[in-house]
């Protein structure tokens, strides 16, 4: 470091000094950074277990120096099912986007939901397939255009945007519920945040514990990372509001 300049950022040691592969603008390297933050400050490294997703982050164990295990697509939960039942002593989180989660992972998702199962969803909601294509997925905006929806999404035909917080929320078994984002410098604290307490709540047994963070995909969406963030403030935020949809009691936590 040269002289006369202070440190106000350290890698976490968790991440992995390799070169991602993510898309200039994504968000799945500003995630992946707090989650190893979580891990390092709390000295967790081997309590902690992910489960990656077929996706844009399917390759997320070549960055996260933890135990990682790889689903087939949209098969996570039922991954971080088993893993948290044989190994009730770790922290157990899936790593999903829209499409894995929402699509073709809707009845893993409902069903462990239901069920209650201990461990921590972050789902990566950036509204369209990322990794294949740019196709619409469950969570592409009203007249959004994607590469099956090139004239904008229709709702008289596909249906309206799920809004997989509010859906899961109304769970009696689900503990733990908030949508978040990583556009502004804030709200990537309240991020972490976010994470820190569904891993604090799943420590407890509460329950299960869901993150969704609203995401970008600049590539996709055919724009800069810069117009990515006015969109997902003029439009998805919009439809895809930040706050907390479901809790447990402060002293249940603490």
């Known amino acids: 470091m040269k002289p006369g300049y202070e440190q106000i950022y350290k890698r976490p040691e968790t991440l992995l000094p390799k070169r991602m592969h993510y898309c200039p603008g994504c968000f799945h390297s500003t995630i992946h950074k707090i989650i190893m933050e979580i891990v390092e400050e709390w000295d967790i490294q081997d309590k902690v277990i992910g489960v990656c997703p077929v996706g844009c982050s399917v390759f997320a164990y070549d960055y996260l120096d933890i135990d990682m295990q790889e689903a087939a697509h949209g098969r996570a939960a039922a991954v971080a099912t088993g893993i948290k039942r044989m190994l009730p002593d770790k922290i157990v989180f899936s790593y999903q986007g829209d499409g894995d989660l929402a699509a073709i992972g809707t009845a893993e998702t409902?069903?462990?939901?239901?069920?209650?199962?201990?461990?921590?969803?972050?789902?990566?909601?950036?509204g369209i397939y990322g990794m294949t294509g740019g196709q619409m997925a469950p969570t592409t905006l009203e007249g959004q255009k994607t590469t099956t929806s090139p004239y904008g999404r229709e709702p008289a035909t596909t249906g309206?945007?799920?809004?997989?917080?509010?859906?899961?929320?109304?769970l009696i078994s689900v503990a733990y519920v908030e949508r978040v984002s990583c556009?502004?410098?804030?709200?990537?604290?309240k991020a972490k945040r976010a994470i820190e307490k569904a891993f604090k709540i799943q420590m407890k047994g509460l329950g299960t514990t869901f993150i969704e963070v609203v995401s970008n995909c600049p590539s996709n969406w055919k724009c800069t990372p810069e117009e990515s963030l006015e969109w997902i403030k003029e439009k998805a935020l919009p439809y895809f509001p930040l706050g907390v949809f479901k809790e447990p009691a402060k002293e249940e936590v603490e």
């Open 183 to 189: 556009n502004t410098p804030a709200n990537t604290r």
């Open 110 to 126: 409902i069903h462990a939901c239901n069920r209650g199962e201990n461990f921590t969803f972050i789902f990566i909601n950036n």
């Open 160 to 170: 309206m945007p799920i809004k997989m917080s509010e859906l899961v929320s109304q």
